[in-house]
């Protein structure tokens, strides 16, 4: 009897923990190629207040963790060379409201990968498109296209503050104060 119940609970566990699923996590994503050779194509664009093409539909806009990397990737590729953290400088700056360009995703796409003339480069064959696209969801963010729950916080490379992590360790005394002696009795 006491066969048939173990293999009956048996049953029953190994039906349980087939039922369960486990959250499914692509670290590495796939890029978006339904609209590749849209987004691809030379923009028709031109310095002016042009009404902005249709946006191209993209998760990465919508992922804080995307968007974080094209932070870690705005600088890993030196674009703060030139826009000098969104700022301006040599290149235009990436936190106002004038876009020469465009700032539908598909005409920042184009800016990174086609160049613009008068000093950005294509990164065309340099950059996977997955990490262009994280790049454009991080440059949207810039100028507050993003909403706040997907926009990356200030970096730690502009605080005010020392990071907690290059403060030099204390070793705090082993005395109780109460028994330490006052250097200058009264």
């Known amino acids: 009897m006491r066969l048939a119940q173990m293999l009956s609970l048996i049953s029953v566990l190994s039906l349980i923990t087939a ?6 996590r692509d ?10 050779a849209q987004a691809t194509s030379v923009s028709e664009l031109h310095p002016a207040n042009l009404p ?10 919508e992922s804080a963790y995307d968007v974080n990397e094209g932070k870690r990737l705005f600088d890993w590729y030196n674009c703060s ?9 040599i290149g235009p700056p ?9 700032d539908a995703p598909q005409n920042i796409y ?14 065309a064959g340099k950059i996977p498109e997955y990490q262009v696209w994280q790049l454009v969801a991080y440059v949207r963010s810039m100028s507050g296209q993003l909403p ?9 490379s502009m605080m005010a503050k020392q990071p907690e992590s290059s403060i030099p360790t204390e070793h705090p005394s082993k005395e109780h104060p109460a028994d330490l002696k006052p250097e200058h009795p009264r």
């Open 52 to 61: 902005a093409p249709k946006p191209v539909s993209s998760t990465y806009s």
């Open 94 to 102: 990436l936190m106002d409201a004038e876009w020469l360009y465009g």
């Open 19 to 24: 039922g369960c699923q486990r959250e499914r």
């Open 110 to 123: 184009a800016s990174i990968v086609e160049g613009r003339p008068n000093g950005m480069p294509s990164f």
């Open 27 to 36: 670290f590495v994503q796939a890029p978006d190629m339904s609209n590749a």
């Open 81 to 89: 060379g030139c826009h000098f953290h969104g700022g301006g400088g």
């Open 148 to 156: 706040k729950d997907v926009s990356p916080g200030r970096g730690d």
